[in-house]
């Protein structure tokens, strides 16, 4: 639940030098309530890893923006909300098959296109 919520609020933070501040809150008779996260860019990355993060965090984005809707919605699912195979499938009115069929046709894509934006 809680890496859902993170998800939501910052998702490329999984392209980001990340370190965890999270605090469990509990109520006046220490019953447990929730969590709250917070993400916090590490310092000690250089100007130049910060730059490289910063151009694959647009590559990323501008990747999942130009895929097909079907394609987009099944890749945001899987990789920003951490929904499995089954859910997507479920929600879309899908077989397993045909979403495991659409990440492959994300990956390949993303193969192709991340790869040719980072070759020199």
């Not at 479920?90 to 980072?118: C, E, P, T, V, Y």
């Amino acid at each position: 639940m809680l890496h859902d919520f993170i998800a939501l609020c910052a998702p490329d933070a999984a392209f980001r030098g990340v370190g965890s501040l999270n605090v469990q809150i509990f109520s006046e008779n220490n019953e447990y309530v929730c969590e709250i996260g917070d993400l916090v860019i590490d310092p000690s990355l250089t100007t130049e890893e910060n730059l490289i993060l910063r151009e694959l965090e647009i590559s990323v984005q501008l990747f999942v923006r130009e895929l097909p809707e079907y394609l987009r919605c099944v890749a945001i699912r899987k990789f920003w909300l951490n929904h499995s195979t089954s859910k997507i499938a479920q929600d879309l009115g899908r077989s397993n098959s045909a979403i495991s069929h659409a990440m492959n046709r994300i990956k390949k894509k993303g193969r192709q296109q991340l790869s040719d934006a980072f070759v020199s």
